[in-house]
């Protein structure tokens, strides 16, 4: 899978992989850190490590949040009020958040 739709989340350990299985994002199992991959090479990560991330959802509104054991988000995209959003790992090893053909957030910039 290499997308989070509306509603989607990653749990601890979960990852998504691009189509081309070059890229991988994970949600660190051992330290709750979200990090981008190329093969070993960390290419962009969350520092959400040792904050007690349990899950990464992509809200129904469009926001992208890292949320702890506490349910209080560590960690935003702060693209809400874009319903219909999704999140997507691309071949070409970035993660962008698309609403209605428009990217509204990418990491690594």
Not at 53 to 79: C, H, L, R, W
């Amino acid at each position: 899978m290499n997308n989070l739709e509306n509603n989607g989340k990653l749990t601890l350990g979960e990852s998504l992989v691009s189509v081309n299985g070059k890229y991988t994002l994970i949600l660190q199992s051992h330290d709750g850190n979200l990090v981008l991959y190329e093969g070993k090479k960390v290419l962009w990560n969350a520092i959400t490590e040792n904050k007690d991330a349990q899950e990464a959802k992509m809200q129904t509104d469009g926001n992208f949040v890292i949320y702890n054991s506490k349910n209080e988000p560590i960690f935003a995209s702060n693209t809400q009020g874009n319903t219909g959003a999704f999140l997507l790992l691309t071949d070409e090893g970035t993660i962008t958040i698309i609403s209605h053909d428009k990217s509204l957030w990418t990491r690594p910039e």
